[in-house]
């Protein structure tokens, strides 16, 4: 019988400084971080490791709590109202996941062979997601709290641009339901025209304020719609 062999391991202090750029000193946090469930329950592991979801938990609330602080420091005229909104757009899936893809974590992650082939979509997203989660946790307990800010900062300073963020805002029917509700008391309304190239949703707010959005799925067109009314709404009344 052959025996069975893991994958040559990806995650080693030469790895951690290339792509996070961070120096370790116990290279068995980034190991507990950098493993997915998926491989472990496949694999026996030589060295018993923190739990992948302990470290992404920690991970979740440090990020919070270092992007509430920059958003404070940041936007000295904003209501609570527009910090949450902003610190939503900045912790979500898409933001996670765009600097977990630039960062490359993909090339260090050790995932289980039976999500391998699935690892594209809003499942790579997800995963991604939740693995930069613990990386955090990582640094926090390997390198201390100012590493661990310092490097969240770094990743994150172009993300600190509400122009930006609000391009990138996972929910912009949201986003423009509460400004609608904020300001008029009314909501917004989508129409819908089908066509063998798509669907037009065209959302609208009285007569003079409208914007289109095009696609093949009805639901992708209706963001994009959302997203334009929002700048013509903001180019209109300003970011408030």
């Known amino acids: 019988m052959l025996k069975k062999t893991l994958p040559k391991d990806p995650i080693t202090k030469t790895s951690l400084r290339k792509i996070l750029g961070v120096t370790p000193q116990t290279l068995a946090w980034y190991r507990a971080a950098l493993t997915h469930p998926s491989y472990r329950n496949e694999n026996r592991l030589r060295e018993k490791l923190e739990d992948f979801d302990r470290l992404e938990f920690l991970g979740d609330s440090i990020l919070n709590e270092i992007v509430c602080q920059k958003l404070f420091e940041t936007f000295p005229e904003a209501d609570e109202g527009m910090l949450s909104k902003l610190r939503s757009i900045l912790v979500s899936q898409r933001i996670l996941s765009r600097v977990a893809k630039t960062l490359k974590l993909q090339k260090i992650l050790r995932l289980g062979k039976s999500l391998r082939h699935q690892f594209r979509g809003p499942l790579q997203t997800k995963i991604l997601t939740d693995v930069l989660e613990a990386v955090f946790a990582a640094i926090h307990f390997d390198l201390g709290s100012d590493k661990v800010e310092h490097f969240i900062l770094k990743h994150f300073r172009i993300y600190f641009d509400p122009k930006l963020l609000f391009?990138?805002?996972?929910?912009?029917?949201?986003?423009?339901?509460?400004?609608?509700?904020?300001?008029?008391?009314?909501?917004?309304?989508?129409?819908?025209?089908?066509?063998?190239?798509?669907?037009?949703?065209?959302?609208?707010?009285?007569?003079?304020r409208k914007a289109i959005g095009w696609d093949k799925i009805k639901r992708e067109s209706e963001l994009k719609a959302a997203r334009g009314l929002i700048r013509l709404l903001r180019k209109e009344f300003g970011k408030n």
């Open 167 to 208: 391009r990138l805002d996972p929910n912009p029917k949201s986003t423009l339901q509460e400004m609608t509700l904020k300001r008029w008391q009314k909501l917004p309304e989508y129409a819908h025209a089908y066509s063998a190239k798509g669907v037009k949703t065209t959302v609208s707010l009285g007569r003079s």
